[in-house]
């Protein structure tokens, strides 16, 4: 079994930051690609940054100068550093990772999701 399970999701003013974490568990032979998506009421999930095995990052332009995606492999673990947060950052935040587990098998897993509440 594999799972992802995040943290760091709460309620913060406006211009505040938060740091999410999602680490992978369970029977992981490699990680590729890990990436963090948002949704908010009635709109679509959408990717918010990703970063590749080797560290190569990228972040959605809604985003870019205030949100920094980065993972620590040792750990299986990716973070998202959100800064300078807005009302419109307000969403259920979830982390996805392509894993191939120890038999093979390669699928991508998805989080239980965290919410994330910027107030104005």
């Known amino acids: 079994q594999v799972q992802l399970v995040e943290s760091g999701g709460g309620l913060v003013q406006a211009g505040g930051s938060l740091r999410l974490s999602c680490a992978a568990s369970?029977?992981?032979?490699?990680?590729?690609?890990m990436g963090w998506y948002r949704q908010a009421p009635g709109k679509q999930r959408e990717l918010v940054a990703r970063?590749?095995?080797?560290?190569?990052?990228s972040h959605a332009d809604s985003v870019k100068g205030r949100f920094t995606i980065s993972r620590d492999n040792a750990r299986n673990t990716v973070y998202l550093q959100m800064n300078n947060l807005r009302p419109e950052d307000t969403a259920v935040y979830y982390c996805?990772?392509?894993?191939?587990?120890?038999?093979?098998?390669?699928?991508?897993?998805w989080g239980q999701g965290t919410q994330v509440t910027v107030s104005s």
């Open positions: 970063i590749t095995s080797g560290g190569s990052p």
């Open positions: 996805k990772a392509g894993i191939r587990d120890d038999i093979g098998i390669f699928r991508d897993y």
């Open positions: 369970g029977r992981i032979f490699s990680i590729n690609p």
